[in-house]
């Protein structure tokens, strides 16, 4: 790990003493986790607001922050901006936050959607002070108290048209998230779009859909659950996701994951044809081919 | 956790040297682990069988079993017999078990589904020998080697149709079945099908499919997997199960089966009406109701 003593030295060149003040606006799951991170890290004053006053002091009280100050101070005076809200949330506010930072003040933001984000600020004068970035982590939690430390360890962060970002604001903005453990990968806002919405938000649409089932008929058999097994909670986990995140996820991303479903109910729809018809090898040939997700999720 | 010790008694009134004789057929996951912490008993002698003859070996190999016998040496010689092959296997061997076994042989299955199984041999003469089970636990492994101490240990046992057990019989069937740290419920054959179809068979085929429709993407999308979070890891785990199991197991639960899925399949339309219709309300409240999964796992 690289700590914040190695980064932001264009901020701090006129003293070696002066700490690099970081805002993270959004202080849940994703956010806390971030601040929790980088105000570990020497050379670092962590700033942070959450319109949820109730989290905002819950992240000062935990430590997560260092001080808790209102938008328009963050967006006024901080070396860097992190914005870890909802996706819809990140579209209306970005353009307003770089209407008004200072010159070399970055913004960096977590959003689990790309497109529309980045189409929100395309033409924006101060585009090149903004890094679009989507760290790959979470857990089916939310809230600060749902923020860990480490949770960003291994796992990869994708940036989005790092072309549009000035150089001296991708090279301090990859140096953060580096410090927190994140290999960066780079793709088109499209392609990252298309991507998670197969390997990220269609399961968590298809495991919301689980929970929704066995909810309905456990209305008639109230011991269903005892019968639940790790199999089960397994794969109905991210059904505890908060809405308020993914709502605007699956909403802001439609196009693709409306693709991406149409392609899973129509695979469901060969399963249940199969079972209708009696016809077993049918339903072998399906799992065999889906048994190839071993090989590539080890390779 | 209770010692073999203590079971069988009326199988050894003659001699307190004599051990209880048990045979495993089928040695995967399910019969492998079973065998395993039943050789681990005192006053146990565990014979297997299987019609992989690799698996045979390699269970010997690895101590699973003392002993590796024809299935004919096992149908005549045992004082338990324990059936762990797939559903349909079970139910064209079951009923060839009971014509040949002595009058005081045992016989426990471990399929997962229940309904055929026990209408097998329903009007059998020597139906009071046979103890209707299903061990609820498993992993997404196959084979002798994926055969894990301790797989039953505070897991749920379903026993159907205990009614049909001869009294001694379920007796000693509980005792081992207790012994291997299993909790047991008494289901109707028809109940537990029910039940198993939504909170075990539904889930498989709502991983398989989510494997199968990420595959189809990553034919060209050759890095998605690259992106792949613990969320979809955890979603997409049980795509990794054997077809042979599960392939029979959709099949002979077929009827419930199709209603789950219709039920699933509802819900994801409901959600791709919601994607389609910019409403991002309507996806908030399923997600908003499925969250209800929290309560009711914890409870």
Redesign the interface.
């Known amino acids: 790990m690289q700590y914040c003593k190695n980064i932001g030295e264009s901020q701090r060149k006129n003293s070696k003493n002066i700490m690099i003040k970081i805002g993270v606006i959004g202080l849940g799951l994703i956010g806390g986790s971030i601040a929790r991170d980088l105000n570990a890290q020497i050379g670092v004053t962590l700033y942070g607001y959450d319109n949820n006053a109730s989290h905002l002091q819950k992240a000062l009280e935990i430590g997560i922050i260092n001080q808790s100050q209102n938008l328009e101070y963050l967006i006024e005076n901080m070396d860097v901006i992190i914005l870890a809200i909802p996706v819809?949330k990140i579209e209306l506010l970005l353009p307003r936050i770089l209407d008004s930072i200072n010159k070399d003040t970055l913004v960096i933001d977590s959003g689990s959607t790309k497109e529309k984000i980045c189409a929100s600020v395309s033409d924006h004068p101060r585009r090149g002070r903004f890094l679009a970035a989507h760290p790959?982590?979470?857990?089916?939690y939310s809230g600060p108290e749902a923020a860990i430390k480490g949770l960003f360890l291994n796992?990869?962060n994708?940036v989005c048209e790092r072309e549009k970002t000035d150089a001296d604001a991708l090279d301090l903005g990859l140096k953060i998230l580096t410090s927190l453990g994140l290999e960066t990968?780079f793709l088109s806002a499209s392609?990252h779009d298309?991507?998670?919405a197969?390997?990220?938000h269609?399961?968590?649409?298809?495991?919301?859909?689980?929970?929704?089932?066995?909810?309905?008929?456990?209305k008639d058999?109230n011991?269903?659950?005892?019968?639940?097994?790790?199999?089960?909670?397994?794969?109905?986990?991210?059904?505890?996701?908060a809405?308020?995140t993914?709502?605007?996820i699956?909403?802001k991303n439609?196009t693709h994951?409306?693709t991406?479903?149409?392609?899973?109910?129509n695979?469901?729809?060969k399963?249940?044809t199969?079972?209708?018809q009696?016809d077993?090898?049918a339903?072998?040939?399906?799992?065999?081919?889906?048994?190839?997700?071993?090989e590539?999720?080890n390779?």
Chains 1, 2 share one sequence.
């Open positions: 819809d790959l982590a979470g857990t089916e796992k990869k994708i990968l392609e298309k991507h998670l197969y390997v990220s269609l399961s968590h649409i298809s495991s919301f859909t689980l929970g929704l089932t066995v909810l309905d008929i456990e058999e011991q269903i659950f005892n019968l639940a097994g790790t199999g089960f909670e397994s794969t109905v986990r991210l059904a505890k996701s809405p308020q993914w709502a605007p699956f909403n439609s994951l409306i991406a479903l149409d392609q899973y109910i695979y469901l729809q399963f249940k199969a079972l209708e009696d077993s090898n339903s072998y040939r399906l799992m065999e081919e889906a048994n190839r997700i071993k590539v999720l390779k």
